[in-house]
Each structure stands twice: as structure tokens, then as C-alpha cells.
């Protein structure tokens, strides 16, 4: 109750706070990248149950020849990357911690298709409500492996308090200042994850 209350409170004084940000952010993309301005998605989140997430979008609709996307790199525009930099793609999450579906701190929501790539224990990431920020963002965020993510998901879920939430609060703004962890390793996202122990390559 009390973690649902701080939810709604400080997500509807930012809203509220940054609505002008959010207004210069939703034209900066509809100039620069067309339509839609916003990234929609289902996810999975408490205990599993599905909802759609929103962010700003990033990339734009750049194929191949054969019709295909282009790599996450290629479709990465100026705006998006900066965006991302500071994390303000992110914003419009609050609204889903403002409807429920989300809470200001917990592991992230991730891709539907990787449910069935968790081992039992990575599992346990979803006893909680998915969050804009968490443990694992404010310990290294896109630059720790998979499974570092999610062992940190873990100990999350079984010693959340509100002090630590605060703590992971106060840590991500400081994170996002010094732009630490916005990308993993060679790659312009994170990669995809395949579990714990995929199958070969053929």
C-alpha cells in the first residue's frame, strides 16, 4: 500500500511537473521521425499479466532491400540517441505506473518471447509490478550480462523496502547525470536475450 501510494504521488507530480518536456519531445519526434511518436508494446508484468508499455520512440523504419529492419544501430536516430542518453524515451512510463501496470522501482519489463527463456529463479523477477528503474539499472544497467540482470531482478524482489526504493531513486538520476550504462558492449541496445543456456548456433 504504502509502495503504491509513492508510486502514484511522485508519478503524477512529474506529469504534472514536466508536461512541457513531454509536449517538446512529442513534436521534436513527429518533425523528426513521422508518426507514431510513441512506442508501444506488450509486456509481461505483475505475476505475468500482460500490458502495454509506452515509451518515446527512437529508431525509424529503415529496410534493407528485401523489406527486412535494419539492425537496432542503423535505425538509432540523432534524437533517439539522445533521448536515450538521458534517458527521457523512459518518460512516458509514468503513465503506466500512474494506471497500475508499472511502479516507479522494480526489474524492467522485458520482451514477451523471453518468459519462456527464464530459468525458474529468473523467474521470480515478476512477483512484483516491473519498474521504470530498478536494482539492476542503478548497478550497471545495459552494460551487465543477462544474467547478472536478473540475479540483481532477484535479490530486488526479496529485499524490497521504501528505503530502498528511495535509494534506487536518488541512484538513478544520478545514473541518468552521468550517463552511465546506457548501452551494453558493441551494441547500440541491449542483445537479445536467448536464456541461460541456449542451443548452438547451427
Known sequence: MVKRCLDLTVSSLLLLLIWPILVLLWVLIRW????????????????????????????????????????????????????????????????NVVLGDMSLVGPRPLLMQYLERYSPEQARRHEVRPGITGWAQVNGRNALSWEEKFRLDVWYVDHQTFWLDLRILFLT??????????????????????????????
Open 173 to 202: 538520476a544520478w545514473k541518468v547525470v552521468r550517463r552511465d550504462g546506457i548501452s551494453a558492449a558493441d551494441s547500440a541496445t541491449m542483445p537479445e536475450f536467448l536464456g541461460t543456456n541456449p542451443p548452438p548456433k547451427s
Open 32 to 95: 523528426g521521425m513521422g508518426t507514431p511518436t510513441l512506442y508501444r508494446q506488450v509486456r509481461p508484468g505483475y505475476r505475468g499479466r500482460l500490458f502495454q508499455v509506452y515509451k518515446f520512440r527512437t529508431m525509424n523504419e529503415s529496410r534493407d532491400v528485401d523489406g527486412l529492419l535494419l539492425p537496432d544501430r542503423d535505425r538509432l536516430t540523432c534524437l533517439g540517441r539522445w533521448m536515450r542518453r538521458l534517458s527521457l524515451d523512459e518518460l512516458p512510463q509514468l503513465f
